[in-house]
């Protein structure tokens, strides 16, 4: 695919359509897993480890005796129910150690939250109280929290593996170079971040049930999850039932934000115990219980260096990471810090990198692809950096940037990594957010207050970020080592009557796919968007797909619908043109119209094509009846979308406390479909990227006990700490795609984090505070303006 | 999310809610709101085996002016308070504070009753009713009694109410035009203070800390000195005296002292003092 303009604008594309989805989900119609009426079905419930590192016996004997329990099983009781434990498909590299991780552990817990035993009742309180019922006798194991230690394996999390280090990753294409330009350089910063855990928190904690069919032998799987596909093939080579025998569903899942990217063992639990127990099996996850249950994200400890000359130009950047695996590899677990392995340079023109990631276990809930998995990382360590070289170097923090900006006319750019970014033009997008925040009056107010002596500090934090979304093409997989590919499927069918359904192997929850791949069939094939069926998440309905995550949606699959679309109108022209009694090249298609040239009255409308590509009854000689057409797209690349953005805000130097004052976003996901969608996901991503940075943490203790388990205190934001957000965009088409589409799921929490961070070391620079860990709580805040005070005596 | 099993009573009137007390003893508790004792009994960190229900006892829910005080019937809803007009012009600092609890749900459901009975150091409206110099009103199989505020907060959780009583009223006096503030110092608008500070000044000056230990406190080192004509700043230096404050997630025990003698200074300023 080479260079795209604009597709031809039609009114639709671009447009504000109000989402379809939302008329069910807001009146209560939507039928998350829980919502699930399942007569008969029984109850799982999950006893988990107390303790964080423990060997342990456990004894299921009182909660058989409990009333309504139907059955309990410790862990070696389940050992002959698994073909396979469960799958991590990330090898990262040749060497990785990985533990094996059981459904239900047998022998050694490894994790507060760790599965030890399973009961299943008549009812979801009978099941509850059962778990209080069975006796588990914790031998207390030393805990594994700290991630600097653990990587010193003093203390194992698995003896067997004989290290807590799993794996390395190294990534440096020349490092004489690197070498070079440090011995070389002007400018050097050296600086450690810590990227906090953070707790997904899906507005809809995870659930499932397993429905057997009444003959036997089939299963139906509703499951709250963003990977249906991906779950039916995991769940068939875990628990042995035959893939075809496998149905799984994801009705309404309210958000997963790459929590619900996994394979879990509370799924294949309910399968091998639905097949032991030939009963349907449900279970619905807990809050609290979601807290330890569920994979977190983040987790690493960043070191960054990088090199400049005099001027403050980047000569080279090198990043030793420490990313916290947990206590055993889920899904995608080892990869996920990969994921921003070739984004430490960010937007800057770079030419020398080096990255490495060491991968530690922990006695800690694993983690996992949480929203924007692995480019948060990478846009903070790079974005925090830049401001410390601005400091440095004696420039403001937006010039510095200017002068590194990979310019306009490297695109595509062949970054020192080695991507290939496919589009980019940064310095507008900038320029407008410094204009829209009115950057030099915020400067001048700030150096007011400094003089003045206020003990309300003004900071201003820039960041820009870029990142690579449209997961992914399947070869680039395939270098990384990943086990699958990285295409998409759709299907376009119209239907006789005209109305037209769309089969798409993307796996939405939240995301409004039914919108924006009904304005795309619109756009296409000239028909009303509520004429447009869009079907997904269910592998009968749609037998091929890879699913949701990874900003990966629209820009391979909707580009799947998009080509299916083209095959179609393609038939369809053949149709019409062998109808119509004219040459193909003498038709035009435009507003659904297949219309003869310079014949105004000789036209068919795509509807009448399809039905009498129905009828059969007149078509070309050796055609096939009826109107669809089926498309498995691998994208040839990645795409590249980026943003400015800027926060402004006010720290008391008396409490710490930080407040938001404003915040402006300039992003750039190339063309937008659906403009109310992008602002949407905008909205969202900004505020979990600023809750990374003021609220959220999932903190343990020296134990490896989760102290923030609860949503009282694990602070997630809501409506009221929303800062109001000033919007605005570039368009810098991506040439990977017809529609030049790119990717926003995952912006604005990449952007979100640092710029809120250099906005509050910005405002405490003059009382000499250089870095804060996130969440930046008042309590921080203060003890670090304080210390810098005391250094500064 | 699934409390242990227990037993539904839903009481028709203070009488029988009383008389169900007494059958059931220490199993039982009172269910208001709701909005603390059912988070706990979901965490399984309260399992009474008998709930007895008022939270329709409409006839104590109330705001009403009885001469030189506001009675307040205890299953008064915060929702209520913070729209009350009659506060407003009486007791504008109960108001505001009622304003601050939580969320609006938990407002809705909530009640000024449940809120002082729970005795939550961290709560925002035992402090107000604190720092106001209230009075409670306690009904049991023996009658009514009244209970000062500063006697009401005996423990952690722990109220001068016996097992078999019913918290009926609240009683603020009528402050209209008397300088106030509340300091409430959190990291979400729905959250529990982490450091809260209430000052009345009306004659004397009243001043209430949230979360500076077990109880809900009175600040008396402050009061006395701003009563032996301390300035504001020199009187709230002395705000975290006498006090044992926890630490946890969002504070350390130093870091609290400190909020409170900050927000003291804040508050008393506000308040004219
Ligand atoms: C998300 C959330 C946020 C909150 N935020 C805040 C906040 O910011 N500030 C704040 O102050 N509070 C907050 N709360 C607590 C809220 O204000 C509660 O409503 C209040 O503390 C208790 O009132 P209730 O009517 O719900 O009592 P219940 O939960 O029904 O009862 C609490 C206790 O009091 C007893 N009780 C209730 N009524 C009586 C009575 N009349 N006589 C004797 N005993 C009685 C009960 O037996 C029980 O032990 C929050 C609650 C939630 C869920």
Known sequence: ?793 | MIPAKFDYVRAGSAAEAIAALGEHGDEAKLLAGGHSLLPLMKLRLATPAVLVDVGRLDDLRYIRDAGDQIAIGALTRHHDLETSDLLAEQCPMLRHVAHLVGDPQVRHRGTIGGSLAHADPASDLPAAVLALGGTLVARGPDGEREIAATEFFTGFLESALAGDELLTEIRVPKVPGAGWSYQKFNRRAQDWAIVGVAAVRNGTTGVALVNMGTTPLRATAVEEALAGGASAAEAAERADEGTEPTADLNASEEYRRHLARVLTRRALEEAGA
């Not at chain 1, 009978?126 to 778990?131: Q, S």
């Not at chain 1, 069919?213 to 991906?230: C, R």
């Open chain 1, 1 to 793: 695919m080479t260079a795209t303009e604009t597709p031809a604008a039609t009114t639709v594309l671009g447009s504000r359509l109000l989402r379809k989805e939302d008329p069910a989900l807001l009146t209560g119609e939507g039928r998350y897993v829980d919502d699930l009426v399942v007569p008969g079905a029984l109850w799982l419930g999950l006893v988990r480890s107390t303790v964080a590192h423990a060997r342990v016996s456990v004894d299921v004997g009182p909660a058989l005796d409990a009333p309504g329990v139907v059955a309990a099983f410790t862990g070696d009781d389940l050992l002959d129910a698994w073909a396979a434990p469960l799958p991590c498909a990330w090898p990262v590299t040749e060497d990785m150690k990985a533990p094996e991780h059981r459904p239900v552990a047998a022998g050694t817990a490894c994790y507060v939250g760790d599965i030890v035993a399973v009961v299943v009742a008549e009812s979801r309180a009978a099941a509850r109280d059962a778990v209080e019922a069975v006796l588990v006798d914790y031998d207390e194991l030393p805990a594994v929290v700290d991630l600097e230690e653990a990587a010193e394996d003093r203390v194992l999390v698995h003896e067997d593996l004989g290290t807590n280090r799993s794996y390395t990753w190294e990534l440096t294409p020349d490092a004489d170079a690197v070498e070079r330009a440090f011995a070389e350089a002007a400018h050097t910063v050296s600086e450690r971040y810590v990227q906090q855990r953070l707790i997904p928190a899906a507005m809809e904690p995870r659930g499932v049930v397993v429905v057997p069919a009444p003959h036997g032998g089939e299963y139906t799987v509703y499951s709250s999850t963003q990977i249906p596909h991906i779950l039916k093939v995991m769940l068939a080579a875990t628990t042995g039932v035959p893939e075809h025998k496998i149905r799984v569903i994801a009705p309404a899942v309210g958000g997963g934000f790459g929590s619900k990217l996994n394979v879990y063992a509370e799924e294949v639990l309910a399968l091998a115990l639905a097949r032991k127990l030939g009963r349907p099996v449900r279970w619905t996850e807990e809050r609290s219980e979601a807290a330890v249950a569920t994979i977190q994200g983040r987790g690493q400890i960043q070191h960054i260096e990088l090199a400049a000359d005099a001027a403050g130009k980047v000569t080279a950047v090198r990043v030793r990471l420490l990313a916290d695996l947990g206590a055993y590899l889920q899904l995608v677990t080892p990869g996920i810090p990969l994921l921003g392995a070739f984004l430490y340079h960010g937007v800057y023109d770079i030419p020398a990198y080096s990255f490495s990631c060491t991968g530690v276990f922990t006695t800690k809930t694993p983690t996992d692809a949480y929203r924007g998995a692995g480019r948060p990382e990478a846009t903070y360590a790079i974005e925090r950096a830049m401001d410390a070289l601005a400091v440095e170097v004696g420039v403001d923090p937006a010039e510095i940037r200017r002068r590194n900006f990979i310019p306009t006319d490297a695109f595509p750019y062949s970054s020192a990594p080695g991507l290939v970014f496919d589009s980019g033009d940064y310095e507008p997008a900038l320029a407008r957010a410094l204009e829209m925040v009115g950057y030099e009056e915020l400067r001048a107010e700030q150096a007011r207050r400094r003089e003045s002596g206020s003990t309300a500090h003004l900071g201003v934090g820039i960041s820009f970020y870029v990142e690579m979304c449209g997961l992914a093409p399947s070869r680039v997989l395939a270098s990384l080592n990943f086990g699958a590919g990285g295409w998409e499927a759709a299907t376009v069918r119209v239907l006789p009557t005209g109305m037209v359904q769309v089969v798409t192997g993307t796996s939405p929850h939240g995301q409004g796919h039914e919108t924006s791949w009904s304005m795309i069939v619109a756009d296409r094939l000239g028909v009303d968007p509520d004429h447009v069926e869009v079907l997904h998440s269910d592998t009968d309905v749609s037998p091929h797909g890879l699913d949701t995550y990874g900003s990966r949606s629209l820009a391979v699959g909707g580009t799947a619908v998009w080509h299916a679309c083209e095959k179609v109108v393609a038939k369809a022209r053949t149709i019409a043109a062998h109808q119509l009694e004219v040459a193909e090249e003498d038709l035009e298609f435009s507003g659904g119209q297949f219309q003869v040239r310079g014949s105004p009255d000789r036209a068919m409308p795509i509807q009448a094509v399809a039905f009498q590509a129905f009828l059969a009854h007149d078509l070309p000689e050796g055609m096939e009846p009826g109107l669809s057409a089926q498309v498995v797209w691998d994208p040839p690349n990645f795409t590249f979308p980026f943003g400015a953005h800027i926060a402004v805000v006010e720290v008391d130097e008396e409490t710490g406390r930080v407040q938001l004052l404003r915040y402006v976003a300039v992003d750039d996901c190339g063309n937008q479909v659906n403009p109310l969608i992008v602002e949407g996901q905008v909205h969202g991503g900004i505020l979990q990227g600023v809750a990374q940075a003021l609220w959220e943490e999932a903190a343990y203790d020296g134990d490896g006990n989760l102290r923030s388990a609860t949503l009282a205190d694990y602070l997630v934001p809501s409506a009221a700490e929303a800062p109001s957000y000033e919007l605005d965009h570039t368009v810098t088409p991506s040439p990977t795609n017809p529609m030049g589409v790119k990717g926003v799921g995952e912006a604005g929490t990449i952007g979100a984090a640092p710029a809120v961070m250099n906005a509050i070391v910005d405002a405490l620079s003059p009382l000499g505070v250089t870095d804060i860990d996130m969440p930046a709580s008042p309590h921080r805040v203060w003890s670090a303006i304080r210390a810098a005070k005391e250094a500064q005596q």
